[in-house]
């Protein structure tokens, strides 16, 4: 079993930045890619960005310039770093890992205000 917790979420202004904290923890299982995804109030979840266990990237085109995901590999945290935060930006933000399964974190609230 593979247990994901987020941290470092909060309230920011716009234009502001945050830095999101993935901890995995659990049972050493191969894990493939990690990724980064959201939940706004009424929407459906939708993926930020992915990270490969080679450290290849990807990114949502509306965060693309203005996050950077990083780390996540065996026994390291993933991390978010988010720049020019924008109203739109607020969620709810998940941490997620595949390998197989999928394992998600309980997530963590970003609000960004105007």
Same mark, same amino acid.
């Given at each position: ?63 693309? @310039? ?33 390998? @197989?399964?999928?394992?998600? @974190? ?9």
């Amino acid at each position: 079993q593979v247990q994901l917790v987020e941290s470092g979420g909060g309230l920011v202004q716009a234009g502001g930045s945050l830095t999101l904290s993935c901890k995995r923890t659990g049972v050493a299982v191969r894990i493939n890619t990690m990724a980064w995804y959201r939940q706004a109030p009424g929407q459906q979840r939708e993926l930020v960005a992915t990270i490969s266990s080679v450290g290849s990237t990807n990114y949502a085109d509306s965060v693309k @310039g203005r996050f950077t995901i990083s780390g996540g590999s065996p026994g390291n945290t993933l991390y978010l770093q988010m720049n020019s935060l924008k109203p739109e930006d607020t969620a709810v933000y998940y941490c997620q890992a595949s390998g @197989g399964y999928e394992y998600w @974190g309980q997530g963590t609230q970003v609000t960004v205000s105007s």
